[in-house]
T-cell receptor, first 115, second 115 residues
Framework: AQSVTQPDIHITVSEGASLELRCNYS??????LFWYVQSPGQGLQLLLK??????LVQGIKGFEAEFKRSQSSFNLRKPSVHWSDAAEYFC?????????????FGAGTQVVVTP | DGGITQSPKYLFRKEGQNVTLSCEQN?????MYWYRQDPGQGLRLIYY???????QKGDIAEGYSVSREKKESFPLTVTSAQKNPTAFYLC??????????????FGSGTRLTVV
Protein backbone atom coordinates (compact mmCIF):
# COMPACT_ATOMS: atom_id res chain seq x y z
CA ALA A 1 0.00 0.00 0.00
CA GLN A 2 1.15 3.49 -0.70
CA SER A 3 1.98 5.93 2.08
CA VAL A 4 3.17 9.49 2.38
CA THR A 5 5.38 11.10 4.99
CA GLN A 6 5.79 14.82 5.53
CA PRO A 7 8.59 15.02 8.11
CA ASP A 8 8.02 18.65 9.06
CA ILE A 9 4.83 19.38 10.97
CA HIS A 10 5.52 23.11 11.20
CA ILE A 11 7.87 25.47 9.36
CA THR A 12 8.45 29.17 10.01
CA VAL A 13 9.98 31.23 7.21
CA SER A 14 10.64 34.92 6.74
CA GLU A 15 8.89 36.76 3.96
CA GLY A 16 11.16 36.84 0.91
CA ALA A 17 13.11 33.78 1.98
CA SER A 18 13.07 30.47 0.16
CA LEU A 19 10.85 27.60 1.22
CA GLU A 20 11.25 23.86 0.84
CA LEU A 21 8.69 21.34 2.09
CA ARG A 22 9.66 17.70 2.20
CA CYS A 23 7.59 14.74 1.06
CA ASN A 24 8.60 11.10 0.99
CA TYR A 25 6.42 8.36 -0.36
CA SER A 26 6.33 4.60 -0.28
CA UNK A 27 5.05 2.83 -3.34
CA UNK A 28 6.12 -0.13 -5.45
CA UNK A 29 6.09 1.69 -8.77
CA UNK A 30 6.08 5.26 -9.99
CA UNK A 31 3.04 6.88 -8.48
CA UNK A 32 1.06 9.97 -9.28
CA LEU A 33 2.21 12.75 -6.92
CA PHE A 34 0.47 15.92 -5.87
CA TRP A 35 0.87 18.98 -3.69
CA TYR A 36 -2.19 20.75 -2.31
CA VAL A 37 -2.54 23.90 -0.23
CA GLN A 38 -5.23 24.64 2.34
CA SER A 39 -6.11 27.98 3.88
CA PRO A 40 -7.83 27.91 7.31
CA GLY A 41 -11.38 26.60 7.14
CA GLN A 42 -11.20 26.01 3.40
CA GLY A 43 -10.91 23.11 1.02
CA LEU A 44 -7.70 22.03 -0.68
CA GLN A 45 -6.37 23.64 -3.83
CA LEU A 46 -4.11 21.79 -6.23
CA LEU A 47 -0.66 23.40 -6.58
CA LEU A 48 0.93 20.93 -8.95
CA LYS A 49 1.06 17.30 -9.99
CA UNK A 50 3.51 14.80 -11.41
CA UNK A 51 2.58 11.88 -13.63
CA UNK A 52 5.61 11.17 -15.77
CA UNK A 53 8.27 12.83 -17.88
CA UNK A 54 10.19 15.88 -16.71
CA UNK A 55 10.95 15.43 -13.02
CA LEU A 56 10.79 19.16 -12.29
CA VAL A 57 7.18 20.27 -12.22
CA GLN A 58 5.96 23.84 -12.25
CA GLY A 59 2.76 24.79 -10.47
CA ILE A 60 0.64 27.76 -9.59
CA LYS A 61 1.62 30.63 -7.29
CA GLY A 62 5.31 30.25 -8.17
CA PHE A 63 5.74 26.79 -6.67
CA GLU A 64 7.72 23.94 -8.16
CA ALA A 65 8.44 20.38 -7.10
CA GLU A 66 11.07 17.83 -8.05
CA PHE A 67 10.46 14.10 -8.28
CA LYS A 68 13.49 12.06 -7.24
CA ARG A 69 12.88 8.39 -7.77
CA SER A 70 16.11 7.29 -6.04
CA GLN A 71 15.07 9.10 -2.88
CA SER A 72 11.32 8.45 -3.14
CA SER A 73 10.81 12.16 -2.64
CA PHE A 74 8.71 14.92 -4.12
CA ASN A 75 9.78 18.11 -2.38
CA LEU A 76 7.99 21.41 -2.90
CA ARG A 77 9.93 24.66 -3.31
CA LYS A 78 9.36 28.35 -3.71
CA PRO A 79 12.26 30.79 -4.20
CA SER A 80 10.69 33.76 -2.41
CA VAL A 81 7.82 33.41 0.02
CA HIS A 82 4.99 35.92 0.28
CA TRP A 83 2.86 36.46 3.38
CA SER A 84 -0.09 34.97 1.50
CA ASP A 85 1.75 31.63 1.32
CA ALA A 86 1.00 31.02 5.00
CA ALA A 87 -1.19 27.90 4.94
CA GLU A 88 -1.09 24.16 5.37
CA TYR A 89 0.44 22.08 2.62
CA PHE A 90 -0.36 18.47 1.83
CA CYS A 91 1.52 15.98 -0.28
CA UNK A 92 -0.53 13.15 -1.80
CA UNK A 93 0.20 9.97 -3.72
CA UNK A 94 -2.02 7.90 -5.97
CA UNK A 95 -1.53 4.60 -7.74
CA UNK A 96 -1.65 4.60 -11.51
CA UNK A 97 -3.88 1.55 -11.71
CA UNK A 98 -6.38 -0.37 -9.67
CA UNK A 99 -6.95 2.17 -6.93
CA UNK A 100 -10.18 3.80 -8.11
CA UNK A 101 -8.37 7.11 -8.19
CA UNK A 102 -7.93 7.20 -4.44
CA UNK A 103 -5.26 9.48 -3.03
CA UNK A 104 -3.25 8.95 0.15
CA PHE A 105 -2.43 12.20 1.93
CA GLY A 106 0.41 13.11 4.22
CA ALA A 107 -0.28 14.68 7.62
CA GLY A 108 0.48 18.14 6.33
CA THR A 109 3.04 20.88 6.98
CA GLN A 110 1.90 24.15 8.51
CA VAL A 111 3.79 27.13 7.08
CA VAL A 112 4.03 30.37 9.05
CA VAL A 113 5.42 33.45 7.31
CA THR A 114 7.00 36.16 9.47
CA PRO A 115 7.58 39.77 8.38
CA ASP B 1 -18.57 28.43 -12.72
CA GLY B 2 -18.26 24.72 -12.14
CA GLY B 3 -17.34 23.46 -8.73
CA ILE B 4 -18.27 21.50 -5.64
CA THR B 5 -20.67 22.89 -3.06
CA GLN B 6 -20.69 21.58 0.48
CA SER B 7 -23.38 22.56 2.94
CA PRO B 8 -23.75 23.56 5.62
CA LYS B 9 -20.40 25.17 6.41
CA TYR B 10 -20.93 24.59 10.14
CA LEU B 11 -23.04 21.85 11.69
CA PHE B 12 -23.75 20.97 15.30
CA ARG B 13 -24.86 17.53 16.37
CA LYS B 14 -26.30 16.38 19.63
CA GLU B 15 -25.30 13.07 21.12
CA GLY B 16 -27.20 10.17 19.51
CA GLN B 17 -28.33 12.18 16.51
CA ASN B 18 -27.78 11.43 12.83
CA VAL B 19 -26.77 14.32 10.60
CA THR B 20 -26.34 14.55 6.83
CA LEU B 21 -23.68 16.58 5.05
CA SER B 22 -24.46 17.69 1.53
CA CYS B 23 -22.06 17.56 -1.42
CA GLU B 24 -23.13 18.70 -4.89
CA GLN B 25 -20.96 19.09 -7.99
CA ASN B 26 -21.69 20.54 -11.43
CA UNK B 27 -18.41 19.43 -13.00
CA UNK B 28 -19.92 16.32 -14.59
CA UNK B 29 -17.35 14.28 -12.68
CA UNK B 30 -17.85 10.55 -12.32
CA UNK B 31 -15.96 9.91 -9.09
CA MET B 32 -16.68 11.48 -5.72
CA TYR B 33 -14.97 11.09 -2.36
CA TRP B 34 -15.51 11.96 1.30
CA TYR B 35 -12.54 12.66 3.56
CA ARG B 36 -12.31 13.44 7.23
CA GLN B 37 -9.65 15.86 8.45
CA ASP B 38 -8.38 15.98 12.01
CA PRO B 39 -5.48 18.16 13.21
CA GLY B 40 -2.13 16.48 12.61
CA GLN B 41 -3.63 13.49 10.80
CA GLY B 42 -4.06 14.72 7.28
CA LEU B 43 -7.05 13.49 5.33
CA ARG B 44 -8.55 10.05 5.81
CA LEU B 45 -10.88 8.46 3.27
CA ILE B 46 -14.40 7.64 4.47
CA TYR B 47 -16.28 6.57 1.32
CA TYR B 48 -15.90 6.92 -2.42
CA UNK B 49 -18.05 6.38 -5.46
CA UNK B 50 -17.05 5.82 -9.07
CA UNK B 51 -20.52 5.76 -10.62
CA UNK B 52 -24.13 6.31 -9.71
CA UNK B 53 -25.66 3.71 -7.38
CA UNK B 54 -22.26 2.32 -6.45
CA UNK B 55 -19.91 3.25 -3.62
CA GLN B 56 -17.09 1.70 -1.64
CA LYS B 57 -15.87 1.94 1.94
CA GLY B 58 -12.67 3.80 2.59
CA ASP B 59 -10.30 3.48 5.50
CA ILE B 60 -12.61 4.81 8.22
CA ALA B 61 -16.19 4.01 7.09
CA GLU B 62 -17.52 2.82 10.45
CA GLY B 63 -20.30 5.09 11.73
CA TYR B 64 -20.85 6.71 8.33
CA SER B 65 -23.17 6.04 5.39
CA VAL B 66 -23.52 7.46 1.89
CA SER B 67 -25.74 7.32 -1.16
CA ARG B 68 -25.16 8.08 -4.84
CA GLU B 69 -28.55 8.34 -6.48
CA LYS B 70 -27.49 11.12 -8.83
CA LYS B 71 -24.18 11.83 -10.51
CA GLU B 72 -24.15 15.33 -9.05
CA SER B 73 -24.80 14.42 -5.43
CA PHE B 74 -22.95 12.37 -2.81
CA PRO B 75 -24.38 13.05 0.67
CA LEU B 76 -22.67 11.73 3.79
CA THR B 77 -24.62 10.74 6.89
CA VAL B 78 -22.81 10.72 10.21
CA THR B 79 -24.70 8.26 12.36
CA SER B 80 -24.94 7.94 16.11
CA ALA B 81 -22.57 4.97 15.83
CA GLN B 82 -19.70 7.36 15.04
CA LYS B 83 -18.34 7.98 18.50
CA ASN B 84 -16.02 10.86 17.69
CA PRO B 85 -17.59 12.78 14.82
CA THR B 86 -16.18 16.22 15.57
CA ALA B 87 -13.98 16.98 12.56
CA PHE B 88 -13.70 18.86 9.28
CA TYR B 89 -15.29 16.95 6.40
CA LEU B 90 -14.17 17.43 2.82
CA CYS B 91 -15.87 16.27 -0.34
CA UNK B 92 -13.93 15.89 -3.57
CA UNK B 93 -14.56 14.83 -7.13
CA UNK B 94 -12.51 13.63 -10.06
CA UNK B 95 -13.16 13.50 -13.77
CA UNK B 96 -12.82 10.39 -15.91
CA UNK B 97 -9.83 8.17 -16.46
CA UNK B 98 -6.60 9.42 -17.93
CA UNK B 99 -3.69 11.36 -16.52
CA UNK B 100 -5.24 14.75 -17.14
CA UNK B 101 -8.22 13.88 -14.96
CA UNK B 102 -6.26 12.46 -12.07
CA UNK B 103 -6.37 14.71 -9.05
CA UNK B 104 -9.23 16.06 -7.06
CA UNK B 105 -11.37 19.15 -6.99
CA PHE B 106 -12.36 19.87 -3.39
CA GLY B 107 -15.34 21.53 -1.80
CA SER B 108 -14.85 24.12 0.94
CA GLY B 109 -15.71 21.69 3.72
CA THR B 110 -18.18 21.25 6.56
CA ARG B 111 -17.09 21.58 10.17
CA LEU B 112 -19.10 19.23 12.37
CA THR B 113 -19.14 19.69 16.13
CA VAL B 114 -20.81 17.51 18.74
CA VAL B 115 -22.55 19.54 21.43
Amino acid sequence: AQSVTQPDIHITVSEGASLELRCNYSYGATPYLFWYVQSPGQGLQLLLKYFSGDTLVQGIKGFEAEFKRSQSSFNLRKPSVHWSDAAEYFCAVGAKTGSWGKLQFGAGTQVVVTP
Amino acid sequence: DGGITQSPKYLFRKEGQNVTLSCEQNLNHDAMYWYRQDPGQGLRLIYYSQIVNDFQKGDIAEGYSVSREKKESFPLTVTSAQKNPTAFYLCASRGGTGDSNYGYTFGSGTRLTVV
